[in-house]
């Protein structure tokens, strides 16, 4: 047994890697157990947290290291063994403990009874050793467990010596990679600051090679200014374990200086306390602080620009501010701004530079012009006595465009210019100007910040002079529908149609400022002027016929549409009626089916007549039409009311009759009266004949 056990403890001792182990260990088990037939060896992988395969006896290891189980998804972890166990039907129990897809892979190794025993280190399952019995589920007992109670311990000191190897092993290559591999500088110092060790990104880093930096002081050699933090206040805080963090500003072999962010612990080397650093180069990073720091400067600045520039809505107003923020904000000596129109014209400008303002007409080869063209923006470094430019400005020809001798004579010598953009088109240009050269060549980006905000804020003054037109426009519309409910009210007022007709003209003359008017009333088969303001002597009494396809109020009328002619010289259907007419408005005036006849407006201007116009046009000629319907009813009931009233003195009269034959020819001659007939008689029966008794426009004896 002695002879054995020692043979035991040397193979153990021999392997060194737990998969040798594993296998030699199974190998050896399933020759001391009678009823084992196979075996395998599961071993924790402590990144992925499953267990995985590394060695089996009497099952396919190819086909098992495809099995990743979960650690605690295990038939042992479910039962909560970590001691020794005999498991009976372990599929059965593997129905419950492992995930449905381990359970399908684990169906190809059948077993009946399994004998496991875990290996335990830090209070943690490792690895399982177990055999199997693929048919049998007494294959084990008690017996078995105290037989192999004594090389339980050996074997699962050996793997944990062996798991903690290979962890060290594993950590020990990536702590190689990391001082071969990694791009930081790595020093390992002394607390005095002098060099122990240092990687190769440390030589590249500094400019001196490994042998030098080992005769080297970090501190005193590379370090080019004291850091935020002395030293011997970050000693203090290494001995109490503590990694400091800290910036420093170092200086390379060459004399150049970079910037480091330095990350520091304590540990210990070569049996001595010691410090490492990890040193990444920073200098882009603070090259891009320093540069945040501007533009957050920059855009602090052109947030009060905005604040400035946004703090009026007239447009005089708003390019002054926006000249002298420029100025301001950029250190510009001059500033001037420029709006042009859609051809290219400029309609407003505001300019700070000395003398007399800038001209107003733009060189057919400038600066502006080309960046009106383009939309992009120009900086010029340099602008020399005899006008050519550092960079030169190319036209699009490549051709170089001189500056304007204007500024060249005002003694500027850099300028930027940015163009001014809204909706997708260039509206304007925004130029700073300097005595010095190159006094924009960083501040581009801010000049284009400040050109962004400039448009908000015309566009917002533009809106604000659209608003303030379109609020004295509704004013105008208010004022004048007032004034046409006046009109309407008199129209309803008006008794006979010349009168109506009065009201209509003199309010179209007087609220709408129209000179040219007239109505026309459908008469037969032709539309006849009955009524008009401004028009031709030859027109006055102008008569259109229906049928011939001349005329726009005849169309109109036909057509039962209004119809607005903007350019009468183009539409051979016209006949003039004021002298220079341009254009002409035809409104139908109608009330439901019954047609009444047209309102005419004439302008002597090509598309005189605005849409709002035409609205108010449209308004009238429904209010004239309705008028007339009143008028034509009023005109019925005057009728019937002066029938009536005949009738009643016709009654008296009758009343007042003493004779049959004055009844009857008084009877006839109101009925002749009243009725509006030209002949009227009264026959009465007489045995069988009808006998005249009284007639009116006719003889008796006729009658």
Known sequence: ELKRLVGFLREINRRRDLASLGQWLLEYAVKLVPGAKAG???????ERGVFKYRAAVGWDLKELVEIEIPKGQTVQAYLGHQRPAIVKDPVELGKAALPPEVQQKLERFPIAALFTFPIVHEGEVIAYFNLDSPDDPDAFSQKD???????????????RLEWDRARQKERNAILRLVWDRLADALFITDFEGRILACNAAAERQTGYPREELLRMNIMRDLAAEEPAITYERANERLARGETLVFEELKRRKDGTLYWTECAVVQFEYQGQPA???????????????????????????????????????????????????????????????????????????????????????????????????????????????????????????????????????????????????????VKGVLYAHSTVPHAFDDQLPLLQLLAEQAAVAIQNAWLYEAAQREIARRKQLA????????????????????????????????????????????????LEVVAERGYLPEA???????????GITAIAFTSGKPVYVPDVAKDPRYVPGIAGAKCELAIPIAHGEKKFG??????????????????????????????????????EIRTITDKLTGLHRAVQRLQQCTT??????????????????????IDLVEGDMLVPKAASGIAVDVA
């Open 479 to 526: 004022e004048r529908l007032q004034a046409l409910e006046g009109a309407s009210r008199r129209m309803k007022l008006a008794d006979s149609k010349d009168k109506l007709y009065n009201v209509v003209l003199d309010s179209i003359h007087q609220i709408l400022g129209y000179r040219a008017c007239a109505i026309l009333e459908a008469k037969e088969d032709a």
């Open 145 to 159: 467990i105290e037989l192999v109670a004594p090389l339980v311990e050996e074997a699962a000191h050996a793997v």
């Open 40 to 46: 395998s060896f599961l071993v924790l992988d402590e």
């Open 660 to 681: 049959e034959e004055e009844v009857l020819q008084t009877a006839v001659q109101v009925a002749q009266h009243i009725l509006g007939f030209e002949i009227c008689s």
């Open 275 to 425: 410090t490492i650093s990890v040193n990444r180069d920073i200098t882009a990073r603070k090259r891009l602080e320093e540069e945040l720091k501007h533009r957050v400067a920059q855009l602090e600045l052109a947030t009060h620009a905005m604040r400035m520039v946004t703090s009026s809505l007239r447009l005089e107003d708003v390019l002054k501010q926006i000249v002298l923020t420029l100025q301001e904000g950029v250190g510009a000596d001059y500033a001037n701004i420029t709006l042009f129109d859609e051809e290219g014209t400029p309609m407003e400008a505001f300019d700070l530079l000395p003398g007399p303002p800038l001209p107003s007409r733009m060189r057919p080869r400038g600066f502006t012009k080309r960046i009106l063209a383009t939309g992009e923006p120009i900086l010029v470094g340099e602008i020399r006595e005899d006008g050519t430019t550092e960079p030169p400005v190319l036209d699009e020809a490549n051709t170089p465009i001189p500056a304007n001798q204007v500024l060249v004579k005002t003694g500027i010598r850099s300028l930027a210019g940015v163009p001014i953009v809204l909706d997708g088109d």
């Open 540 to 550: 006055q009494r102008l008569r259109i016929p229906l049928s011939k396809g001349k």
């Open 598 to 635: 047209v309102l005419n407006v004439e302008h002597d201007q090509v598309d005189g007549i605005p849409p709002k116009d035409r609205d108010l046009f449209q308004i009238i000629a429904s209010e004239l039409a309705v008028a007339l319907v009143s008028l034509k009813q009023l005109d």
